[in-house]
């Protein structure tokens, strides 16, 4: 099924799905990243589309769950600490963050990691 599309043309659809999603065109973004996922399972452009949408979208169980199924990687792992943190699971979701802060240190996703752990350490106080 990898072979249904180019690498380069996956990567354009990627963009626009992520466009689409932070213009608040939730439903064309979902659309996007269903094909995306299908054609491309073993990647986790589609999975951390679809999650970060249900994210937008208040549903973290949802996300948790597709993201749960994604390959594992910073990216992924941000996106599912910050969804695990907001359906009240704190302890998984600091452990998950706090590993792509440990892990990846000079990333954008262990800088977001590291305001999402630096939010909840403010709120308590």
């Known amino acids: 099924m990898s072979d249904l599309i180019e690498q380069d043309d996956l990567k354009l659809l990627t963009d626009i799905g992520f466009t689409a999603m932070s213009g608040g065109m939730t439903e064309h973004a979902l659309a996007i990243f269903a094909a995306v996922k299908a054609t491309r399972p073993e990647g986790e452009a589609g999975y951390l589309g679809l999650g970060m949408i249900d994210i937008l979208k208040g549903d973290p169980a949802s996300a948790v769950k597709t993201l749960n199924a994604a390959p594992d990687t ?21 452990q998950v963050l706090q590993s792509v802060v440990q892990n990846s240190p000079d990333t954008p996703f262990a800088r977001i990691a590291s305001d999402t752990l630096a939010s909840l350490t403010a709120r308590v106080a």
């Open 74 to 94: 910073d990216a992924v792992k941000t996106f599912l600490g910050i969804a695990l943190v907001q359906t009240a699971d704190l302890e998984q979701g600091e």
